[in-house]
């Protein structure tokens, strides 16, 4: 396959499924957006996404058996770390609603990843490095991987936030609970009453007019509707773990360095970002916003984690910097 684009083989095996990823995922992409086209699932781009995960998962495993740690001591196995977790929703995200949207969507940022660590990293940041003395420890592994998945699960929600953003813009949306199963809720709707006779109209005018009585009519969830509801509840789970990921990164760091909070750029940014979900959180549960207000909150979350995440390292400065990338 790596032939058939043209990409160089690898000798390193690692080097090799991560370009092998990349591939299948490049694969995905086009066919996503046709099945969106076409307003039908392929089963085929639920493989493929599938086949990728199990790449890079073998490729994050293969890494740590060679290093001996965690494979996160630079920022491409960062990176894969990442496309594996992307990927992994995505695919949790599909088993609750098979839609074609959910990998149009979400696709293109493990794409993303998988390409950037792939093609613009120079080789010194590809290859595996010891890990400094702070590092070795127990709370990495906790840490760094929570971390890393809330990252995923706020980018994909987020990016089904932008999708409800994209998705019938002409119509009001209203967010509506599944009461009597997926894809359906209960309204209330109220029934006229039947036809009066010409012989009870002497009854009736000395009775009260009957009330309108009220039923219970399931209807079916729209398109946005369906985004939104999958979007809050990876946001949802994705805030939780970035919760745990800075009380464990706190706790380590009053281990490592004496401080639980030094304000270091990547800590000060993971707060901003932190404060950004809630703030989502907050407009759904408290405020009762609905529909394209929140997810414009949602879609802003995706700027603060690119510079999170990706800013502090391009700078090299603080203490989670992988080091500067136009670095020679």
């Known amino acids: 396959m790596l032939l058939m684009l043209g990409l160089p083989l690898s000798n390193d095996p690692v080097i090799a499924l991560g370009l092998l990823a990349f591939c299948l995922l490049l694969l995905v992409l086009p066919l996503a957006f046709w099945a969106v086209s076409g307003g039908r699932t392929l089963p085929a781009v639920r493989l493929l996404v599938a086949a990728a995960n199990l790449a890079l998962a073998a490729q994050l495993l293969l890494r740590w058996w060679d290093s001996g740690h965690f494979p996160i001591s630079n920022l491409y196995e960062s990176l894969c770390f990442l496309a594996w977790g992307c990927t992994l929703t995505q695919l949790l995200v599909e088993r609750s609603w098979p839609s074609p949207l959910v990998p149009a969507a979400a696709t293109p940022m493990a794409l993303g990843c998988v390409a950037f660590a792939s093609f613009a990293l120079p080789d010194r940041l590809q290859e595996a490095s010891p890990l400094v003395p702070a590092l070795r420890s127990s709370w990495l592994v906790m840490h760094v991987s929570v971390i890393m998945l809330s990252y995923a699960a706020l980018l994909v929600g987020s990016l089904l936030s932008l999708a409800v953003l994209l998705t ?43 009330a309108p009585s009220l039923r219970l009519s399931s209807e079916t969830m729209g398109l946005a509707e369906h985004l939104d509801s999958l979007s809050y509840r990876t946001i949802t789970v994705g805030f939780l773990l970035l919760s745990v990921g800075l009380v464990s990164g706190a706790v380590w760091a009053n281990e490592a360095w004496g401080s639980w909070w030094s304000w270091d750029p990547k800590e000060t940014w993971a707060l901003i970002c932190w404060l950004v979900y809630a703030a989502y959180l907050h407009t759904r549960l408290i405020r009762g916003w609905q529909g394209r207000r929140p997810a414009i909150v949602a879609t802003a979350g995706l700027v603060v984690i690119a510079v999170c995440y990706i800013g502090v390292n391009l700078l090299g400065i603080g203490l989670h910097s992988y080091g500067w990338f136009f670095d020679s």
Request: hydrophobic content about 40%; aromatic content about 2%.
């Open 168 to 210: 019938d813009r002409s119509q009001a949306l209203q967010l509506r609970g599944s009461s009597i199963g997926s894809g359906a809720y209960r309204q209330a709707a109220a029934t006229t009453p039947a036809p009066v006779t010409a012989m009870a109209v002497a009854t009736l005018e000395r009775t009260a007019p009957p």
